[in-house]
């Protein structure tokens, strides 16, 4: 499959030996929610403070703790320190909510999965996607995803904001996002022989999920990675969409690729030579 349009669904990714010691009982309620949001994690001006990137994995009757991280990432400190940053602010709403508990022992322990894993590393740009799923309580886990863009050369971090800083400058990725993922809805319905009365009702559902999510904010595509030429250049970004935001949770994370033909003419001046058509 061509990396652009395409979308991509993945299940929450686990941390080595996770699957094997988290139960599959859960309860009924919904998930709690996540404290890590979009642009929450922010990389100091100054220099960043040195920060040891160390897998973690603790297990304790009441709760599980599985972190892990490329090592390469600890050769760009300030990235590390926001990959260690956004960690530990999931790990607080975990032991948070475990402390609610008051001793009680859950019907199923509490866990958090995450794991950080090195999308693209080059001279001019380094990018790092987070993945995994906090449990406390209910039906299933609530989805961690998160991604970080890092241009070593500039010794800072790319957002959605810097990189496309026109208001204006979202409706043409939000159009060719959702004709993408409309187009993708509809193959999928043909696949699964949906018709008449069923066909229209997930049609209204599904498209009133796509609207919504790609409503054009820089917000609503803060999550990209970049997709490389084989020159170092950036020839799409694959913005990346959290289970919800465009498509039910069992449909996992969703991904869109949109070429630097449609990103250059709204991309900011500053990050223009990062890009070329592939």
Not at 28 to 39: C, E, F, I, K
Request: proline share 10%; hydrophobic share 45%.
């Amino acid at each position: 499959m061509s990396d652009f349009p395409r979308l991509k669904q993945c299940a929450a990714v686990p941390v080595l030996l996770l699957v094997l010691l988290v139960g599959c009982k859960r309860d009924d309620a919904p998930p709690a929610a996540v404290t890590p949001l979009p642009g929450e994690v922010a990389v100091p001006a100054g220099p960043a403070a040195p920060v040891v990137l160390k897998d973690v994995i603790e297990t304790t009757p009441g709760y599980i703790v599985g972190i892990s991280y490329p090592a390469r990432a600890a050769a760009y400190p300030p990235l590390a320190q926001a990959l260690h940053a956004y960690a530990e602010a999931a790990r607080a709403e975990l032991m948070q909510a475990v402390a609610g508990l008051k001793g009680a022992k859950p019907r199923a322990p509490y866990d958090l999965s995450l794991q950080f894993s090195m999308v693209v590393e080059t001279p001019r740009v380094v990018a790092v996607a987070a993945d995994g799923s906090t449990y406390t309580g209910g039906a299933h886990g609530a989805p961690l995803v998160e991604r970080f863009v890092w241009l070593p050369q500039l010794q800072q971090m790319l957002a959605a904001e810097q990189l496309i800083p026109s208001v204006d400058g979202w409706t043409p990725v939000s159009a060719y996002v959702r004709e993408q993922l409309m187009t993708e809805l509809s193959a999928s319905m043909d696949e699964e022989a949906l018709e008449g009365d069923v066909r229209a009702g997930q049609m209204s559902l599904r498209s009133r999920m796509i609207d919504e999510g790609t409503a054009p904010a820089a917000a609503n595509f803060a999550r990209f990675e970049p997709v490389m030429n084989a020159d170092g250049s950036i020839r799409a970004l694959r913005f990346v969409f959290p289970p919800y935001q465009v498509a039910p949770y069992v449909e996992g994370t969703v991904t869109v690729a949109v070429p630097a033909r449609v990103l250059l003419p709204l991309v900011a001046a500053d990050y223009r030579p990062l890009f070329r058509q592939g």
